[in-house]
């Protein structure tokens, strides 16, 4: 079946240094991605997404860019804050076995230090 | 943003007891599903359910799990009778056909303790 895996479990960075989470993906067919941030206590909030090779989403600063030759979409943003301290999560979907289901990556965690 | 609401936000109860998950999904939404969480894993599908059917489910989904929309009122989940191994966090979801793969909206999680 369908998988993400999102190499880092977890992340600890300074305020203003550039973020890079890495997210692969293993899917039959033509899969959209989708970048999702959970704040603690709240459910995940949808951040972007990409349907299509080469397309680049983002929102908030954060970007990423359906690499369909290495299978990635890598999370980026030039410069962390602390309230970017969240949990990420790297999915895809729209796939024959997926259908409307999303399938996640097990999540990264991102904290952010003054 | 749109919000979906979930109640109750914990549920402790014993092992073999019936438990009911509500999910006030987003208004206009069509599309609702459940996820589940257990501590330290990744989110996992469950079901999908569309137009008062289930669309889609998991391995995860078994036989003692259901999933109702009375009159478009709560989307609910309810499990009879519970075991151990259902504790976890359980997210409701919905979305609206907009196009493509959807948007999906979560609610904040049940925590559901199983003693």
């Known amino acids: 079946g369908d998988s993400v895996t999102q190499t880092e479990g977890q992340v600890a960075l300074s305020e203003e240094d550039f973020l890079t989470i890495h997210c692969n993906y293993s899917?039959?067919?033509?899969?959209?991605l989708f970048w999702y941030v959970q704040y603690p206590g709240e459910g995940p909030q949808f951040l972007f997404r990409?349907?299509?090779?080469?397309e680049k989403g983002s929102s908030r600063g954060f970007e990423a860019t359906y690499d369909k030759g290495t299978t990635s979409f890598h999370l980026r943003k030039a410069s962390v804050q602390e309230s970017d301290s969240a949990v990420y999560y790297c999915?895809?979907?729209?796939?024959?076995?997926?259908?409307?289901?999303?399938?996640f990556g097990q999540g990264t965690i991102l904290k952010v230090y003054l | 943003g749109p919000k979906v609401l979930q109640i109750p936000s914990h549920q402790i109860i014993d092992m073999g007891q019936m438990v009911t998950l509500n999910c006030d999904p987003v208004?206009?939404?069509?599309?609702f599903y459940w996820y589940k969480q257990i501590l330290g894993q990744q989110m996992e599908f469950l079901v999908n359910?569309?137009?008062?059917?289930?669309?889609?489910k998991s391995k995860l989904f078994k036989d003692q799990f259901s999933v109702e929309r009375p009159d478009g009122s709560y989307f609910t989940l309810k499990i009879q009778p519970t075991a151990l191994e259902d504790s976890a966090v359980y997210f409701c979801?919905?979305?609206?056909?907009?196009?493509?793969?959807?948007?999906?909206?979560f609610g904040p999680g049940t925590r559901l303790t199983v003693l």
């Open positions: 979801a919905s979305s609206s056909p907009t196009g493509g793969v959807y948007e999906q909206y």
């Open positions: 899917a039959s067919g033509y899969p959209a």
């Open positions: 990409a349907s299509r090779d080469k």
């Open positions: 999915a895809l979907g729209g796939t024959t076995s997926s259908g409307q289901k999303l399938v």
């Open positions: 208004s206009n939404h069509l599309y």
């Open positions: 359910f569309y137009n008062g059917k289930v669309m889609e």
